[in-house]
Every structure is written in C-alpha cells, then in structure tokens.
C-alpha cells in the first residue's frame, strides 16, 4: 500500500539565536497542501517574501546551508530540514522572523519534538518517491570526500568520518530506517575543533555560539588558562578537558557523536530535493558542500526523466493563441530579430510556442554556406522570447515592459536544426515569478525529438518613456 504525503495538525514556533548571526528568531511551522514541499517566509520583510527549500537555490555551504532566491537568504537550515525528512513530513510553511534558523542545542532534537507536538497527519496524495535507479557518485579525491546513491528499494545511509583526529579517530554510522531517526540521530550535535573557536569569533561567524550548541573537541593539549580564556569570550564559566578529549561543557549522548551529526546534515541537505528517496547511501567525509553536490545531481536526473520526450500537444489546425502581430503588440523585437511566429497555449506557469525555419532567414547565409544550421545562439534566443511572453502576459500594459537576461545555465544542443523544421518551445516557471524575477525551464522540439533545452532567469523592467 502506497506510503502517503504528511503535514502537521497545527502551526508550532521555535525560537532561538542564528548561530552565525547572533539574531533572535521566531520559526513557525504551518500546514501546507498536498505536493506543496518545504518553503521558508521572510514575515520580517515588507513583501514577506518565500524561499523555496530547493538544492539550486543554495549559495553558501562554508559553516551551513544557506538558500538564496531573489536575493532574500535563510541560513543554517539543515538541522531544521533534517527533522521533517526524519518525520517524513513532506508539506511545510515556515515562517521564520530573521535571515537565519535558530540553533537551538546544535541538533534536530527539539525540532522533532515541536513537529511531534503539533502533530502530524496524512493527506490524500501518494508520497512523490524517487527511486535511484543506477549509481550516482559525487567525489573529491584530494579531499577524501565520496558520496554514492546506490539502487534499493528503501533508503538508508551510512557515514564515515575521519579527520585525522587522535580524539575522533575513524567513526562510523548508519541509519537503517527513517524511523529510527528521531532516537539514533535527531539529538546529535554538531562539533567544533577547539583552534577554531577564536578564529570564528574574529570572523563574526558564531554570535550565536555558547559553548552549548556543539561538542568541542581538544586534539592537543590546551592551557587551563587557554581555556578560561575562551570561557571568558563566551561569557561561561570555567571550562576544562575531559578523559574523551572533549570540553566537559557537555556530554556525549554517543560514542560516535559526530559521525551522527554528518549523517543528519545529510538528511537535512538531501531534503532539499524534494522528493523521498529510495537508495542506499554511502559517504566518506561528506560535507555540506558535497552533500549540495550530490543532491543537485539527484535534481538534475529528476529533471531529465520528467521531462524526456514530453512532446507539447497542441493542435496545428487549432486558431492560435497569439498570433504574429498580437506577438508584436507584447514584445519589443521586429524582424529580422522576430523568432516566434505563434503561441500555441498558455497557462500562469508554462507557454507553448512555435518558430517555422526557412531558408529565408538571414543567418543562413553565413551560418554555413552551403551547411544551413540554426546557430545555438538563435534558438536559446528564440525560446527566450517565448518566455517572455509568458512573463510579459503578466502585466495589464506588458508594451511598457522589457525582459532582460540576468542567467542562461544548463542548456544543451542535442541535434541540428535545419531549413524545414518547425521548432516547438516548450517554458514553465521554476519557481514563481517574484519581485520582477522569473525562473524558466525550457526546451525546443522538432517533431517529437528534443533538440534543444536549458534554464533561464529574466528580470521585467519598466521601459523608461
């Protein structure tokens, strides 16, 4: 019997300091529908704008995951993200009142039992499962650092950790079953090398930091003075090493503590693509940064296989949904720098349109003679100017508008396109279309062969009179 979405019951807060930032926090979990994912809200600022917890949307993976969409940031979200894929929560709002999540102790802990307080129910919509279907490897070499999905038919995950540490040494952990996670893993904190405590202090990297939310670890000997010193920084009281090499501010729920923590951020980072995953995982050394990298990886694949083949249906024969010149009554362009020749159907989120080629167009005559080939160029251009139809259909009066550029990634040529051939184009908003930013997925066609795909983002501006 197939699993189903959860949410929770009812909306829950936590409230706590960003551990970098030092800012107090308010973060609240509410309800959300089915196949609504995680989202974050900025209610701390005018528009309360929403993040969405995606894996392309991180930007900063050097003391957390960051995430970053239309220029409004949330911080240090893995130990809230690794909570609800714990839970197996898979639709949440949070509200959070600052630019960074609250540390609370280091870990999930509490995280799990606010979400467990508010309660969770299912909803009528099937889990999204992705099932790994081959392996899938991210891999540093020179850092040590490997991370693999293998195929299974449920998900678990073991970790290796080993930082040349006489304290440490080489741990391991594994978790066999989400269900153990809230036990095993959820109250596992995260650790910092004792030489690197000042260093960040000098660096505002840990405002938030009290010597209460992460393990310090001493690899060597240390002063008592040292030590008082750095108490002193944190406005504790004397502190000193214990017989396991650690500060004796806390004590260890686990022998392997820390590597716990490293498999909990990556639950906390491979929830950040979207889907429940059935693989086992395998990682040596991982990081935020490779964890990111992997789950990319995993998004990419996603993507491929949703979207290979999906031919856009549309009848040739149909009246058209614009035609040529209510094209020209939207967008700025004339030719010959006019590429779209109709849009077939349009939704709020996704646009279908069509380009015809000749062996009209001046671009044939250099490109090549006697080799006519549609330059690349062009036909990214071409299914830009689909997409802006789409962003200017959004606006009463869109010939005041402009769309401009700002990022073209990820596209790839997959055969020619020649004289004869009518190109289809296929755009659908990645995510929605906010503060004037929209990011489009988009792909070209012809016949039912995908010629052409990639990612863009665009800004709409005013056009000055």
Excluded: W
Excluded at 328 to 342: A, E, N, S, T, W
Excluded at 373 to 388: K, L
Excluded at 439 to 447: E, I, L, P, S, T
């Amino acid at each position: 019997m197939s699993k189903k979405q959860k949410t929770i019951k009812k909306p829950v807060t936590l409230s706590g300091k960003g551990l970098h930032t030092g800012l107090q926090v308010d973060l609240t979990f509410k309800p959300a529908p089915e196949n609504h994912g995680y989202a974050f809200q900025r209610i701390d600022l005018e528009d309360k704008p929403v993040i969405h917890a995606s894996a392309e949307f991180v930007t900063d993976t050097s003391r957390g995951t960051t995430i970053e969409e239309n220029g409004v940031r949330i911080g240090t979200i893995e130990h809230i993200m690794a909570a609800l894929y714990g839970l197996e929560i898979d639709n949440v709002l949070m509200e959070i009142s600052g630019p960074e999540a609250p540390i609370i102790d280091g870990s999930s802990k509490f995280v799990v039992k606010a979400l467990k307080e508010a309660g969770l129910i299912e909803q009528l919509a099937n889990k999204n499962y992705y099932e790994i279907k081959e392996k899938i490897v991210y891999s540093d070499h020179e850092k040590g650092i490997e991370i693999i999905i293998f195929p299974d038919d449920k998900f678990s995950v073991n970790v290796m950790i080993d930082y040349n540490s006489k304290v440490l040494g080489h741990q391991y952990a594994s978790l066999a079953k989400l269900q153990d996670f809230e036990n095993e893993i959820s109250p596992c904190r995260t650790f910092v090398f004792f030489h690197e405590l000042e260093f960040l202090l000098k660096n505002n990297l840990i405002k938030g930091g009290d010597l209460e939310n992460a393990i310090v670890i001493l690899d060597k000997e240390v002063p008592q003075e040292e030590l008082d010193r750095i108490a002193d920084l944190f406005n504790k009281p004397r502190i000193k090493r214990n017989s396991e090499g650690v500060l004796n501010n806390l004590d260890m729920y686990f022998s392997n503590e820390p590597a716990r923590h490293k498999l909990l951020d990556i639950l906390g980072d491979l929830a950040l693509i979207g889907r429940p995953l059935k693989g086992k995982i395998v990682a040596s050394r991982p990081g935020h940064y490779a964890n990111n990298q992997l789950a990319r990886k995993v998004k990419s694949i996603i993507r491929q296989e949703e979207t290979k083949h999906q031919f856009p249906a549309f009848d040739p024969k149909a009246e058209p949904f614009y035609n040529v010149n209510q094209i020209m009554g939207i967008l700025p362009h004339r030719p010959p720098f006019l590429f779209v020749d109709k849009i077939v159907a349009m939704t709020d989120s996704t646009i279908i349109g069509v380009k015809n080629i000749t062996m009209n167009e001046d671009f044939f005559i250099g490109h090549f003679p006697g080799e006519p080939i549609m330059p690349g160029v062009i036909q990214v251009e071409a299914m830009a100017q689909v997409g802006g139809i789409l962003v200017l259909s959004s606006v009463p009066d869109p010939e005041n508008y402009s769309t401009y550029f700002l990022k073209i990634d990820k596209v790839k040529f997959k055969r020619k396109v020649v004289p004869g051939d009518t190109l289809v184009f296929k755009l659908e908003y990645r995510s929605p279309l906010r503060r004037g930013i929209a990011y489009m997925f988009g792909q070209a066609f012809v016949g039912e062969n995908l010629v052409m795909e990639g990612e863009m983002m665009a800004q709409i501006v005013k056009t000055k009179t």
